[in-house]
């Protein structure tokens, strides 16, 4: 994340191409959840992360790739083989800067790594190898995404039971605010041969 580059693309063409983007996702999900998708949000919470706001917001993109890495494992059985692609889930995910209140709550684990943290979107397909929701398989499975060797303190999964469209745009504030840069947004999965490597 580059904050300076972020405020300098406030003009009004520059908020009306992020606003275009984030419409653009919301019909691809919706797209995707009128197929059968199942549609979860996810909030990733973090341990104190070392470094600037960019380092900070790349170990937090890390995590989530890895956590995205770990998921697909247990949804498809060749996450890898090109015929895998329609199986797996995605997720959109964007870091989420801190608005300043007027009220300020007492300290708790939004004062960590002043205030970044990561929202997303997670697309289920409809055919998969867990037995249970996303929800479900996080919370029973937490230590297998978070834990001694994870920057994650945990990970919260929740059902959107309404507009998905309304999610996207939550997910992605801070891009629509300006807050962060277009190259900070995570798309899963990548090509096949990314994620062989």
Known sequence: M??????????????????????????MVRQRVDVGRKPYLLTFMFTSLPGSPAA???QMRAEAT????????????RPTSPASVDLLPVMIAAPDMPVPKIV???ADATSLNAGLHMHGLLLMPPRSRLKVGADEHFRDHQGLY???????????VRPITH????VVSYVLKSLRRGRVSYDDILILPRAVAELCS
Not at 66 to 77: Q, S
Not at 146 to 156: A, E, T
């Open 146 to 156: 978070c834990g001694d060797r994870s920057r994650l303190d945990r990970i919260d």
């Open 66 to 77: 890895r956590v995205f890495t770990t998921l697909i494992t247990r949804v498809a059985r």
């Open 104 to 106: 300020k709550p007492a």
């Open 163 to 166: 507009t998905p469209e309304l």
């Open 56 to 58: 900070i917001v790349g």
């Open 2 to 27: 580059n904050r300076s580059r972020a405020n300098i693309n406030n003009t009004d063409n520059d908020v009306d191409r992020r606003n275009q983007l984030i419409r653009g996702y919301g019909t």
